[in-house]
């Protein structure tokens, strides 16, 4: 494999590994089956590229669920489907359908094992931290945790520490072990980052308050803080990510809240779409948290950011504010569709993204405490979008143009051999579903092209832009996805140019790469 980057890469992503789990050591016993895409237990990966070599590393992130699911008998842990433990009445254990209904949020008790909760969505470098007090916790603190450590979120206050070479999960804690003032619920797998002033924004539902905020903390600092806590006027939500220009950290509010009144249900029967409510936009100072300015606009629902910024409009002199998002329209949000069960035979057509971009005119007129009106600035027409992906570079910037991300919710794969594959469980998957093929779209011609795999390959995975060093264009470098091949047998790591959007490069994996949402690209000597 040729990637041409002339330098030492890293590009680590995160997956589910195990969809079925023994609760007991007999072999005997059935297993607990998840029945939800975003279910299954991490697995996270790494791919070392070095002088167009391709170096592979996988390793499970959850034996503490294992070794809890065997001693309790059942499978306890925080699920988006259908109780695993007794997903089908001809199939239950006996003595897991006398336990009833359980809830489907695990929540840590304590100090716990640093592979006792399941984080399985969003791997990124990792950041000093506060000195450790957790008795399970393993290896100790890294000197270097920007070299030596990944963090791995998900959508909850808990978060995971794993060593950088080995993969082995460290650690496990929670906003609260920086800032006693983060103990609540809620957070969001997408944090942003600043990394030209060394600051991350995320929110948070306070426990004591109920009231959802936003808050900053230095990454960069030894250890980590946090810099300022931000209630928010507004309903606390469900949002799976936040945004941010250069000089704000902007939250939009999804209108999609979690109904807890029975926790036994799962968590996409508790989340509540608001038909009636629009969509909010918060714009906070990135240095003081202090609420600049609001913005609504007609309803819709997201998962993903791509990009937001602000800049000065010439002809008026205002200051603009625009964010990039998927932006879905329906009666239930796309959560509910990703079910095993209808991913095997969807009661209908996915719904489908667009890619749109909402304006934010004359921020520095606003009034904080008046309602402006947002606007639909542009979009890409004709192209489904999700997971979106700019180039690092690109973050933050007005001129930007290029969005890569995935599409084609549904299509087949032609030419494929194994249209259905079958985990360990026995349950099968369409392959096609998730996804058809890759985009790159254009914000300055409003057009995009498309990269499909051929010869029966399938399902690419997120696309990670990766600069190629010394470019002077924004589209200069290699996208990075994996497929799995024709036959079912193995994934590849494959790379397309980021201009032509024309494959260049391959590397076969050993294994096949489980469907995964998403990763993080890390430059230099990472994880050594």
């Given amino acids: 494999m040729s990637l041409k980057l002339q330098r030492r890469s890293n590009v680590h992503r995160i997956g589910v590994g195990r969809f079925t789990v023994p609760v007991s050591d007999d072999p005997t016993k059935p297993r607990a089956v998840f029945q939800h895409l975003f279910d299954g237990l991490g697995l996270l990966h790494k791919f070392r590229m070095v002088d167009g070599k391709v170096f592979y590393r996988s390793r499970y992130t959850h034996d503490g669920v294992v070794r809890r699911a065997k001693k309790q008998g059942y499978l306890s842990t925080t699920r988006f489907g259908l109780n695993p433990n007794t997903p089908l009445i001809e199939a239950q254990d006996p003595c897991?359908?006398?336990l009833g209904a359980q809830q489907a949020i695990w929540v840590p008790n304590g100090y716990e094992e640093p592979d006792a909760m399941n984080c399985n969505v969003q791997p990124r470098r990792g950041m000093h931290l506060p000195k450790d007090k957790n008795p399970y916790s393993r290896g100790g603190q890294a000197e270097d945790p920007f070299k030596d450590e990944i963090l791995v979120h998900n959508d909850w206050v808990q978060f995971q520490i794993c060593d950088a070479?080995?993969?082995e999960p460290k650690r496990l804690l929670s906003y609260a072990d920086i800032n006693p003032e983060l103990q609540g619920y809620g957070s969001c797998a997408h944090p942003v980052h600043d990394r030209k002033r060394g600051l991350t924004f995320n929110w948070i539902i306070d426990s004591a308050t109920g009231k959802l905020n936003v808050f900053c903390l230095d990454v960069a600092a030894n250890p980590a803080y946090m810099v300022w806590k931000a209630p928010l006027p507004c309903?606390?939500?469900?949002?799976?990510?936040?945004?941010?220009t250069d000089k704000y950290c902007l939250f939009v509010r999804n209108?999609?809240?979690?109904?807890?009144?029975?926790v036994t249900k799962s968590i996409s029967d508790m989340l509540v779409c608001e038909h009636d409510s629009p969509v909010e936009f918060y714009l906070l100072d990135k240095k003081d948290g202090s609420l600049v300015a609001k913005y609504e606009t007609k309803n819709f629902y997201f998962f993903h950011i791509?990009?937001?910024?602000?800049?000065i409009d010439p002809k008026t002199g205002d200051e603009m504010v625009h964010v990039d998002i998927c932006s879905y329209k329906d009666e239930h949000y796309p959560y509910a569709e990703y079910g095993l069960a209808n991913i095997l035979d969807p009661l209908r057509p996915y719904q489908i993204g667009n890619l749109v971009r909402y304006e934010m005119a004359a921020v520095n007129k606003a009034d904080p405490n008046v309602m402006s009106r947002a606007t639909v600035k542009a979009a890409i027409p004709g192209m489904a979008a999700e997971l979106p992906r700019v180039s690092k570079p690109a973050s933050m910037d007005p001129n930007y143009r290029y969005v890569y991300g995935v599409s084609g919710n549904g299509i087949p794969a032609p030419g494929t051999d194994v249209p259905i594959a079958r985990y360990s469980n026995g349950l099968g998957i369409v392959h096609a579903s998730f996804y058809g093929y890759l985009f790159k779209s254009d914000w300055k011609t409003g057009t995009f092209k498309q990269w499909i795999p051929q010869n029966g390959e399938s399902c690419p995975t997120e696309p990670i832009f990766i600069q190629r060093p010394g470019a002077t264009e924004e589209d200069d470098g290699i996208v990075i996805s994996i497929l799995i091949n024709k036959e079912g047998t193995h994934s590849i790591l494959v790379g397309l140019d980021g201009k032509t959007f024309e494959e260049v490069a391959r590397a076969d994996m050993p294994q096949v790469y489980a469907l995964g949402p998403h990763g993080s690209f890390v430059d230099g000597d990472f994880g050594l």
């Fill in 96 to 98: 897991s359908a006398l």
């Fill in 235 to 244: 309903r606390p939500c469900y949002t799976h990510a936040i945004a941010m």
């Fill in 306 to 311: 791509a990009n937001g910024y602000d800049y």
């Fill in 255 to 262: 209108p999609v809240h979690m109904d807890m009144s029975d």
């Fill in 165 to 167: 070479k080995t993969l």
